[in-house]
């Protein structure tokens, strides 16, 4: 694989047309609420049922389009049902798809998600439409224009050409890598920020700790790593401290879980893409993923329980009370994050 150079940020100084750019999945989520989690060989009561966008990527975007951003996705969609439910989603969410690419055998995946009184969740998901965006999807034009990239990886095949021409163009690149597949470490290398669950990094790494797992994955010296683990919070260094350092969870009443990881990437991105520091963007994406998982108390669902500024601003003043941490809303306003 040819070196690719990597982006110091100083590169996106210039006017861009998005915060945010997605590339990846998206997801006709049909989830099923159900008081406990079946065992095998039973029968069980659906006590709520909802059609929803999903997908790391696309959920992504539209938290950042919800949360006042300007966000774009990119995929692969034909002239099909689920197809169309996903672009009509992503418009109620201020996600600009006009850069999707007409493929009359693509579309989203389609999943079944069951979930449980206590918020947990189970993902059946059927791939069959998905079609993969390569590099030759992607315009120069349409890279440069954003402030950073979001690329996510489940399965094969990979983004990896599509992130080999952010970097030669000097655009950041932010992963979502879940998948555990041949080309997931070379993809995690091309990232200026990665962002990835506990599991991804403990097979990474082979390290049972995920505090031991973030610092193996940060000794490639990106902007970011952040090492996501559920209520416990998350694990990141930054290039200009590579300790590690942990940012506790916010304590919640958890009503769905689906998509908070997903929407603290899309937090995180529109965060840094408005020049937050890492450290702050951290806190601002885990209000907003806390949001997301608390969902109006079990009011909204799905992407209807994806946050806007304002309800994280009114959750933050609510929740910092320490001097440094009020700062922060100083700081989120001063760096123009609520254009």
Known sequence: ??????????????????????????????????SDYPPIDCKIPVHGSTRQGGGPACTAMAA????????????????????RYMESVL????????????DATGGPYHSIIVVDAQGHRNVFYDPALYRV???????????????????????????????????????????DIEGQTESSM????????????????CWASNALDPRDACAFLAATRRIATVVTNGAEGCYFSTGSEVAVRHC???????????GCGDTF?????????????VEDAI????????????????????????????????FLRSRLTEPGRVALMDRIGALGILD
């Open 1 to 34: 694989m040819a070196e690719v150079k990597r982006s110091t940020g100083r590169e996106v100084a210039m006017k861009k047309l998005y915060d945010v750019l997605g590339v990846g999945i998206a997801a006709v989520d049909d989830l099923k609420y159900v």
């Open 64 to 83: 950042a389009g919800s949360l006042g951003g300007h966000a774009a996705y990119v995929a692969r969609f034909g002239d099909n049902e689920l197809s």
């Open 91 to 102: 418009k109620e969410h201020g996600v600009d798809i006009s850069h999707i690419v007409d």
């Open 133 to 175: 965006v390569t590099a030759e999807d992607m315009p120069e034009t349409l890279i440069r224009s954003a402030k950073v990239l979001l690329l996510d990886h489940i399965t094969e095949p990979s983004l990896l050409g599509v992130a080999e021409k952010a970097h030669r163009l000097g655009v950041p690149v932010l992963g």
């Open 186 to 201: 070379p993809l995690a290398n091309l990232t200026d920020y990665l962002i990835v669950p506990k599991g991804f990094a």
């Open 248 to 258: 506790p969870a916010f304590k919640i009443d958890v009503f769905d879980t689906n």
């Open 265 to 277: 990437h899309g937090a995180f991105a529109l965060a840094v893409a408005r020049n937050l520091a």
């Open 283 to 314: 806190v601002f994406a885990a209000a907003a993923a806390a949001l997301k998982a608390m969902a109006a108390g079990g009011e909204r669902r799905g992407w209807d329980a994806l946050p806007t500024m304002d309800a994280v601003l009114v």
